[in-house]
């Protein structure tokens, strides 16, 4: 995934399922801590869970959603936003999104 990227291109924020659960937090740290060079900002994090709760299975489209309002509406940090999205069954999953940001007026 991380592969499509040139060399000097940075993820600008990410956005994860973060729900309180140790498991998830294990989840993005490990992918943080793996790829951390590939970051602009690795402390760059939303988790939509914090306000909409747990979304459960929804929560990666509900973010890839958010990612696409945040570019269209000119509040993403940049076009790259990763999309991480675990289970308590094992699954895990992430999508590497590039995605024109608007300019704000």
């Not at 937090?25 to 690795?42: N, Q």
């Not at 990612?67 to 790259?80: E, F, I, K, L, Q």
């Not at 936003?81 to 999508?95: F, M, N």
Request: aromatic fraction near 6%.
């Amino acid at each position: 995934m991380l592969a499509a990227l040139d060399s000097d291109e940075k993820i600008d924020q990410s956005i994860c399922d973060l729900t309180g659960e140790i498991w998830r937090a294990d989840d993005l740290g490990f992918t943080l801590t793996g790829f951390s060079p590939r970051f602009k900002d690795v402390s760059r994090i939303t988790a939509p869970g914090s306000g909409w709760g747990d979304t459960g299975v929804a929560s990666a489209p509900l973010s890839v959603g958010l990612a696409v309002h945040a570019g269209r509406s000119g509040y993403a940090a940049g076009p790259r936003t990763l999309v991480c999205s675990s289970s308590a069954s094992g699954e895990r999953g992430a999508l590497l999104l590039d995605i024109p940001v608007k300019e704000r007026i």
